[in-house]
């Protein structure tokens, strides 16, 4: 079992360059599997963890309904916002300026070999983060993310997740809106989830601005403990090429 994982933060990218680099990194891994099986070899399977923040985006997943983006190409150019189908779970979500997104691509035979651990785990990091910040957060039956005032008429989602995973190997992964531009959420049904809003970390803390990298910092910490990982190469920024 590797229980290391390269943390990479790539800062601001294109969706479409990350997602192309996400598969290369899958696919690496994915490759090694096969050949020790095939070879009978126990060479140990690499994990990464990327942090990166994208332009204006929306994307849809496998399963999603194409009728929650609710404007047009026109629109959407207008807005300076590109709009991608992708191979995650989930329906359709927002990434953008001010929302710390995160990639770990994993093989979790060497952590676990259950991943519906490992999507609570992800949203336990998330809860335990913003319990830092003196935010109380929590799950909501049936809808994968983090959310606030669960049951209420005050319900609002502060993180999405949508994960890819096959032999185990993980990518894709969370999006967490901490200084985020919620004005974007109205060009669509959140996740696909109607009569709920959306809410970010500065907001909730009536901040105009929250350190961004102290929040990494968190979310690093309690990943490593929930995942009982080692990280190494922190902070280093690579090309995605």
């Known amino acids: 079992m590797n229980k290391q994982i390269q943390l990479e933060d790539l800062g601001n990218r294109d969706y479409k360059e990350v997602w192309d680099y996400q598969e290369k990194l899958f696919k690496s891994?994915?490759?090694?599997?096969?050949k020790n099986r095939r070879e009978e070899t126990n060479h140990p399977t690499p994990?990464?963890?990327?942090?990166?923040?994208h332009p204006h985006v929306y994307t849809l997943g496998k399963s999603g309904d194409i009728s929650n983006l609710l404007i047009s190409e026109e629109q959407l150019a207008a807005k300076k916002a590109t709009f991608y189908k992708?191979?995650?779970?989930?329906?359709?979500?927002?990434?953008?300026?001010?929302?710390?997104?995160?990639?770990p691509i994993l093989d979790l035979e060497n952590f676990f070999t259950d991943i519906h651990k490992y999507l609570?785990?992800?949203?336990?990091?998330?809860i335990l983060t913003l319990?830092?910040?003196?935010?109380?957060?929590?799950?909501?039956?049936?809808?994968t993310g983090v959310w606030l005032d669960v049951d209420t008429p005050f319900a609002r989602k502060i993180c999405a997740m949508g994960v890819r995973a096959s032999r185990w190997v993980t990518m894709h992964g969370f999006a967490f809106n901490v200084n985020a531009n919620l004005g974007y959420f109205d060009n669509i049904v959140p996740c696909g989830i109607k009569e709920k809003a959306v809410t970010s970390l500065n907001v909730e803390l009536?901040?105009?601005?929250?350190?961004?990298?102290?929040?990494?910092?968190?979310?690093?910490?309690?990943?490593?403990?929930l995942f009982e990982a080692e990280f190494v190469n922190l902070n280093s920024v690579q090309s995605p090429n």
């Open 29 to 34: 891994i994915l490759d090694l599997k096969i």
């Open 47 to 53: 994990n990464y963890f990327l942090f990166v923040e």
């Open 86 to 103: 992708i191979n995650r779970g989930g329906d359709i979500t927002y990434h953008g300026p001010g929302q710390i997104v995160g990639y």
């Open 120 to 126: 609570r785990l992800l949203e336990e990091m998330i």
């Open 131 to 143: 319990a830092d910040y003196g935010i109380k957060a929590e799950r909501s039956p049936g809808e």
């Open 206 to 225: 009536g901040k105009a601005q929250v350190d961004e990298a102290e929040v990494k910092q968190k979310l690093l910490e309690h990943f490593k403990i």
